[in-house]
């Protein structure tokens, strides 16, 4: 079972590292992924690495802030969220699927597995 970990209450500006375990058989060969969603609003994607390496594909929105990385020989998934705003203020979850192709990336629907999920709360 995946487990998101690593949020908390920053100020705007401020840094925080998530990182998520759990994968199990459910990694190398996979696409992993973090999504985010806001209170009321639908989730929403943030960024995905395929299970080749190759350039990780990010949301607009986080370009430049944050970056993943996939530690494959501990099986573990981060997110470096650097210069964060109040409109980064979400429950981020990481995801896994395989075979995801690029124009699904975005899509919550071609993942198979969410963890929990991590606050992150952002303020002014």
Same mark, same amino acid.
């Given at each position: 079972q995946l487990q998101a970990s690593g949020g908390g209450l920053v100020?705007?500006?401020?840094?925080l590292r998530l990182s998520c375990s759990g994968f199990g058989r459910t990694f190398r060969g996979y696409t992993l992924g973090w999504f985010r969603q806001a209170t009321g609003k639908d989730r929403?994607?943030?960024?995905?690495?395929?299970?080749?390496?190759s350039n990780p594909i990010y949301a607009d929105s986080v370009?430049?802030?944050?970056?993943?990385? &996939?530690?494959?020989?501990k099986s573990?998934? $981060?997110l470096q969220m650097n210069s964060l705003q109040p409109e980064d203020?979400?429950? $981020?979850?990481c995801t896994v699927? &395989?075979?995801i192709i690029l124009s699904n990336l975005r899509v919550p629907s071609s993942y198979e597995h969410w963890g929990q999920g991590t606050q992150v709360t952002v303020s002014s």
């Open positions: 100020q705007a500006g401020d840094s929403e994607f943030v960024v995905a690495i395929r299970p080749t390496n370009k430049g802030r944050f970056t993943i990385s &996939r530690d494959n020989a573990m998934l $981060y203020t979400a429950v $981020y979850f699927g &395989r075979s």
